[in-house]
């Protein structure tokens, strides 16, 4: 199995910055497609950024674009989410996850791995 645990979670004014890290152990393939999703209780868990398995291709939710950068370092098995200009509407528990083919997706059904979440909270 594959073990993800973020990290980097917190609370944060409106305008700030925050960089969540998700670490990767166990059986994990560098040809997976990771991402990044958010959840607030009540609703649907969305998708915000995904990543394809060798850092080409990068896709956002409308919502992040410009604010939000997802990279990944391969040699450490580290997923980032760089987040700036964070607003409230941010607030929500952040998941990493990965999925074993190599194209990048928004599409949670398809993601077998899942962390257990950090918090995020702007105000």
């Known amino acids: 199995d594959v073990q993800l645990v973020e990290s980097g979670g917190g609370s944060v004014q409106t305008g700030g910055s925050l960089k969540l890290p998700c670490a990767a152990t166990?059986?994990?393939?560098?040809?997976?497609?990771m991402g990044w999703f958010r959840q607030i209780p009540g609703k649907e868990r969305e998708g915000v950024a995904a990543?394809?398995?060798?850092?080409?291709?990068?896709i956002y939710a409308d919502s992040v674009k410009g604010r939000f950068t997802i990279s990944k370092d391969n040699a450490k098995d580290t997923l980032y989410l760089q987040m700036n200009s964070l607003k409230p509407e941010d607030t929500a528990t952040y998941f990493c996850?990965?999925?074993?083919?190599?194209?990048?997706?928004?599409?949670?059904?398809?993601?077998?791995?899942w962390g257990q979440g950090t918090q995020v909270t702007v105000s």
């Open positions: 166990g059986n994990f393939n560098r040809m997976n497609s």
């Open positions: 996850a990965a999925r074993s083919t190599v194209c990048p997706t928004l599409d949670r059904s398809s993601f077998l791995f």
């Open positions: 990543i394809d398995s060798d850092s080409t291709t990068t």
